[in-house]
């Protein structure tokens, strides 16, 4: 079956400019999770979905990251007014629950903030 | 800071030996230890993961070892290939509870295996 994937592969931006990330779990997967990857660094968790539950932000950097999901479906991370240390992969992961169910995660979307 | 400590950042390995990577932990309510395999452009995929009631355990070619006193765990994989080379990430998380689907990972070791 097909796996999360992510849209855009790639993205060149501007800094000050916004950017919007788009993550398509695995059909059936209640559970939804950002992660970004910063080169030769572990990944860093962002924000956490379940189900119709409010989503777990602890992990946004600041206020200019956002992130929506609609039901148990698409989403979207905003990153408004980039900075150049917003330069990453951004990766989405979906498992069939929440808490230690195996995360899928998708190829990633590599952000180059100029 | 940084809660769950990796290394080495880089190994090479003849084909045929054996690749060990170490991780170590700080938080006693992580509970969950899995490691994930990354290939270039890819997303991390689940390699082998182990609770610490129990000591290790093994899937074919790969063996996680886990010692809870001093909040060890590490990662062998026999006969090394080059199709094994690759970088892997140890991670780590609560069993329940808050917080129970926030992996913490490591940084990453780049594994090369040379023919």
Known sequence: GAGVSQSPSNKVTEKGKDVELRCD???GHTALYWYR????????????????S??????????RFSAERTGESVSTLTIQRTQQEDSAVYLCASSFRGGNYEQYFGPGTRLTVT | QQQVKQSPQS???QKGGISIINCAYENTAFDYFPWYQQFPGKGPALLIAIRPDVSEK??????????KSAKQFSLHIMDSQPGDS??????ASPRSGAGSYQLTFGKGTKLSVIP
Do not use: H, W
Request: glycine share 10%.
């Open chain 2, 58 to 67: 093994k899937e074919g070619r790969f063996t996680i070892s886990f010692n």
């Open chain 1, 25 to 27: 779990p695995i059909s």
């Open chain 1, 37 to 52: 990857q910063r080169l030769g660094q572990g990944l860093e968790f962002l924000i956490y979905f379940q189900g119709n």
């Open chain 2, 11 to 13: 190994l090479i390995v």
């Open chain 2, 86 to 91: 690759a970088t892997y990430f140890c991670a």
């Open chain 1, 54 to 63: 409010a989503p777990d932000k602890s992990g946004l950097p600041s206020d």
